[in-house]
């Protein structure tokens, strides 16, 4: 049986970066230095990863700074959270975009709302799933 294990993302800057998806609970989970290539791979996800969740990895291209464009074939990252209206307010307080304030989803029964990591990535935040 085939396991999805993780999302690539290429980011501008590695700090700003972990410090965005701290706030939405997630923590560095690994980390692989490749000098001779000269970037830095970084897997982020929840607790150890016992469970085997899917990760993000984060991939900063040393000297790499002015950032990379996104594309209109990305659509976006979903979290799963608690407490959707505190997670807006932690991210907002911590510096983060919002750009969908919480809400319900136009025709669902989900309360959804959507933020921006540093490197403008989409986050669609929904609650109650997968928490």
Same mark, same amino acid.
């Given at each position: ?13 590695? &700090?700003?970066?972990?410090? =965005? ?55 976006? =990252? ?28 136009? =025709?669902?029964?989900? &309360?959804?709302? =959507? ?17």
């Amino acid at each position: 049986m085939a396991t999805y294990l993780h999302t690539m993302v290429r980011v501008k800057n590695l &700090v700003n970066s972990l410090a =965005f998806y701290k706030l939405l609970g997630m923590h560095e989970l690994r980390r692989r230095e490749v000098p001779e290539g000269k970037y830095t791979l970084v897997y982020i996800g929840y607790a150890d990863n016992a469970a085997g969740q899917a990760e993000i990895e984060l991939t900063y291209n040393w000297g790499k700074d002015d950032g990379y464009e996104i594309g209109d074939g990305f659509g976006h =990252f979903a979290v799963g959270v608690p407490d959707i209206y505190a997670a807006v307010e932690k991210i907002r307080a911590g510096g983060g975009k919002v750009t969908r304030e919480p809400g319900p989803l136009k =025709f669902g029964t989900s &309360v959804i709302a =959507f933020v921006e990591d540093p490197d403008g990535y989409k986050i669609e935040l929904i609650e109650g799933r997968g928490v």
